[in-house]
């Protein structure tokens, strides 16, 4: 039953984003790197996450880096030269890497894998109590689970924000899955 929800919810969790290589962009920040989400949704006509895919992120000199409204997913390390400076502005968004030693902050998560996630891991639903019904849903507004709390072990989601409904008892809107 768990595997047919599963089968039957994929096509939502492919909708609810849009990935966009920017790997040559990420290789050599040098100045000012600008990435701004609504701008990227409006041009690839959606309104679901945008998830920034890339190698390594190489930062040199006096880089001031813009992000808003992003996910950024690097396959490796955000690398700063000895001699950089760093201006960050990260409004709403987050950097997945698997490696940042000379450059922490709540906004970066340092990950392994993180292609997708199981709804059973995500610490806003871990910390729901009892066995409520819960209904998740994208950023497009389109429903991806609704069930019990007691039903998400196998159900994997792809990182990005969600919203999730707690039957009964609360609403919360633009949830980081990790």
Known sequence: ???????????FFMFSQTYVDMTE???????????DG?????????????IILGRNMLIKNNARIILNN??????????LEDDAQIYPKLIESYIFCKNSDQWN???IIVKSGYEDVSLSKIKHI????????IHIYAPSGKKVYSGRKDEI?????????????VE???FESDLLFY
Not at 1 to 11: D, E, G, N, S, T
Not at 25 to 35: E, K, R
Not at 38 to 49: A, S, Y
Not at 70 to 79: K, P, T
């Open 105 to 107: 902050s709540k906004y």
């Open 1 to 11: 039953m768990r595997k047919l929800l599963l089968i039957y919810f994929a096509p």
């Open 153 to 165: 072990k196998e159900i994997k989601v792809a990182i990005g924000r969600y919203d999730l409904r």
């Open 38 to 50: 609504n701008l990227l949704r409006k041009k690839n006509d959606t309104q679901g996450e945008i």
């Open 70 to 79: 992003v996910i950024i997913q690097l396959s490796g390390d955000v690398i």
């Open 25 to 35: 962009d990420l290789a050599d920040v040098n100045g000012t790197l600008l990435i």
């Open 168 to 170: 009964g008892k609360s």
């Open 126 to 133: 871990r910390k729901i109590k009892g066995n409520p019904k």
